[in-house]
């Protein structure tokens, strides 16, 4: 019995080279086609004259999570070290995506103070956030409540302060 017969081969060498020639077409698509989103997580500290009246005083921080496409955050009133750790640990209340070279955030901040109404009823302040990276700042538009206008925004991002080691 002979089981190399030229039929045999000649049927697993056009399925070894269809396989080939698709993977090629493929990665050749992928490569020229689909590019990642950038690395956007961190934190971006907003310049507070160009926010809304209510939060001028206020200095306010977005904390991103990224994982591909996809955004989570937090923003907060706040300036010291220990509040951005809080912030970090937090269940994110802010959820979005990155799409078309722009990011797009939006939910509930139960921890900013003073812009709605329904801060007095104890609700949570809704906030819709859209904007572009350039470099190292977010710039954007940003709206507190359903029914107010958009705001445009401006925010850098803040530098990672690497921990420190402890010596035994």
Known sequence: MNHLSVKSL???GIAIGSVSLLFKVVSAYGE???KAAPAIAG???FDPKSLPECL???S???TIEQSGV???GN???GTSEGDRQKTAEEKPSLFGKWENDGLSLSGAVPNLPG???SAATGQNSSVKLRGIVEKESLKGKISLTDGAAATDFTAEKAAVAKPQKQQH
């Open 70 to 72: 996809y955004l989570s």
């Open 32 to 34: 020229a086609n689909l």
């Open 56 to 58: 001028k005083s206020d």
């Open 75 to 77: 923003l907060r009133s």
């Open 10 to 12: 000649a049927f697993y």
């Open 60 to 62: 306010l921080v977005l």
């Open 115 to 117: 812009c709605s109404e």
């Open 43 to 45: 934190s971006y500290r």
